[in-house]
């Protein structure tokens, strides 16, 4: 069993930033595919962003693609969530989920693993 844990969600003013942490228990997750989804209320989970198994590569909803970065770090057993340039619309309470396998996947049926998630709020 993988046990994962977000962090870091908060209130910010658009425009600004926050850093969203997963950290994983249980099992290392250096052969997991980890990835980022989120939900705002009235509306179904989506996805955010993807990472393979060593950080390679990376896949980003084409919304988030130039303010949002994925990273981990298999030493820690934690993957990072940096977005910038934060919208009202980005206002979502946000899920790290791993799935275990080298490659990413974007589909929210892929992922085995989830966390209790972290409330993201921008203000306008």
């Known amino acids: 069993q993988v046990q994962l844990v977000e962090s870091g969600g908060g209130l910010v003013q658009a425009g600004g930033s926050l850093r969203l942490s997963c950290a994983a228990s249980?099992?290392?997750?250096?052969?997991?595919?980890m990835g980022w989804f989120r939900q705002a209320p009235g509306k179904e989970r989506e996805f955010v962003s993807a990472?393979?198994?060593?950080?390679?590569?990376?896949n980003f909803a084409s919304s988030m693609k130039g303010r949002f970065t994925i990273s981990r770090d298999n030493t820690k057993n934690t993957v990072y969530l940096q977005m910038n340039s934060l919208k009202p619309e980005d206002t979502a309470a946000y899920y790290c989920a791993a799935r275990l396998g080298l490659f990413l996947r974007v589909g929210v049926n892929e992922y085995e693993y989830w966390g209790q998630g972290t409330q993201v709020t921008v203000s306008s």
């Open positions: 249980g099992r290392t997750v250096s052969n997991y595919a």
């Open positions: 990472i393979n198994w060593n950080g390679i590569s990376t």
